[in-house]
């Protein structure tokens, strides 16, 4: 898949692209309804499915106050997006001249010049241009102007509301991984640097690598059943826990990883780690005796619930 960010209005020459429209933080179920139709669309018309995303995401412009982490960084939609049969990610970099373009001028600009769309798919409630004042009727008006078809897809609901990156969100910040895992389509995961810790997993007998991940949402505080990408090792059975270390008297917000069965030695690695299930909230336990009696049974926990292969839901 070839990415391409864009900026001013200049065609990029692409065959009959279908385009879909979005942030798309996530790829969630929601999104991939967009992408599916986007490339079914291509297919039949023997052009290029193209993604159309904004970076950084609108709301970190637009209200920086409030923007959330993301669930995905740019590198991670384009992976997933390209596991999905996109051929083009086209990345439109959002600052304040983007953020003031008229619907109309949004819809010349960009689909008709830029990237000279054929077919347009977007969402059922799909807003657009500034302050959110175009929808899908006046795109279909629009499109009929430029020359291109607009398809409005049903959202995708889960017990009965929209799938939607702030619930993900939600589901996460309470730790509910498993909720998150339905909404999305896979487990959550978030990449991650392996860096110095203070040593004291090993000391204990419970050696763990201490991450430092990217820019991405986390999940509430805890101890989850994970599973970790290592370099040339595939992936692994793991404990990870997030939180302050109560037992060892507390301190800022830290993520590490106990890789069950891994003796290597990981420090500078990148790795990915997926959330699987939420064992337990952290715990503040009398000393380290009492602490590696309760990550053995998260332990023997991990174990049992990610015996299946990966890819099967836990």
Known sequence: MQQVRIGRPFPLGWSSPAVTIGNFDGVHRGHQALVSAAVARARESGGLAVVLT???HPARILSPDRAPAALTTLAQKAEVLADLGVDRLAVLPFDASVARLSPGE???AVLHETLGARDVVVGESF???RRREGDVRGLVDLGRELGFSVHAVPSVLEEGSPVSSSRVRDALARGDVGAAQTLLGRPYFVDASVVRGDGRGRTIGVPTANLEPEDQFLPAQGVYAAR???PGGGWRIAVANLGRRPTFGGGQVTLEVHVVDFEGDLYGAR????FHARLRGEERFDGPEALVARIGRDIAAARALLSK???ERV
């Open 54 to 56: 904004f970076d950084p």
């Open 106 to 108: 949004f819809a010349r």
């Open 127 to 129: 807003r657009f241009g």
């Open 228 to 230: 970790c990408r290592i």
């Open 271 to 274: 790795v990915r780690l997926e």
């Open 309 to 311: 292969p990966r890819g």
